[in-house]
Nanobody
Framework: QVQLVESGGGLVQAGGSLRLSCAAS????????MGWFRQPPGKERELVAA????????YYADSVKGRFTISRDSAKNAVYLQMNSLKPEDTALYYC??????????????????WGQGTQVTVSS
């Protein structure tokens, strides 16, 4: 089983930065691709960023390219989302996710088997 706990959300002004962290309780962290989703108020959940088990490849939604960076630390069983130049439209509940990797798994896949509880990010204008 995989347990995911997010932290680092909060209230920030437009143009500011936040760093989300996700601690994973799992026997073999390197077996899992990791992702960050978000769900704005009244809207559907969307995949924001993803990273392969090795950290060798990443995916970003067009709306966050150039502003967000996903990374992982295998020594700490953690994944991070550095968010810069935040906009009010980035306001959402952000979820850390994990899925067992397999050959040819697409990083754009939204099928993730494990989810955290979410951390709120609010960007004021």
């Amino acid at each position: 089983q995989v347990q995911l706990v997010e932290s680092g959300g909060g209230l920030v002004q437009a143009g500011g930065s936040l760093r989300l962290s996700c601690a994973a309780s799992v026997r073999t962290f390197s077996y899992y691709d990791m992702g960050w989703f978000r769900q704005p108020p009244g809207k559907e959940r969307e995949l924001v960023a993803a990273i392969t088990w090795s950290g060798g490849r990443t995916y970003y939604a067009d709306s966050v390219k150039g502003r967000f960076t996903i990374s992982r630390d295998s020594a700490k069983n953690a994944v991070y989302l550095q968010m810069n130049s935040l906009k009010p439209e980035d306001t959402a509940l952000y979820y850390c996710t994990a899925d067992r990797t397999y050959y040819n798994r697409s990083l754009e896949s939204t099928a993730y088997g494990y989810w955290g509880q979410g951390t709120q990010v609010t960007v004021s204008s």
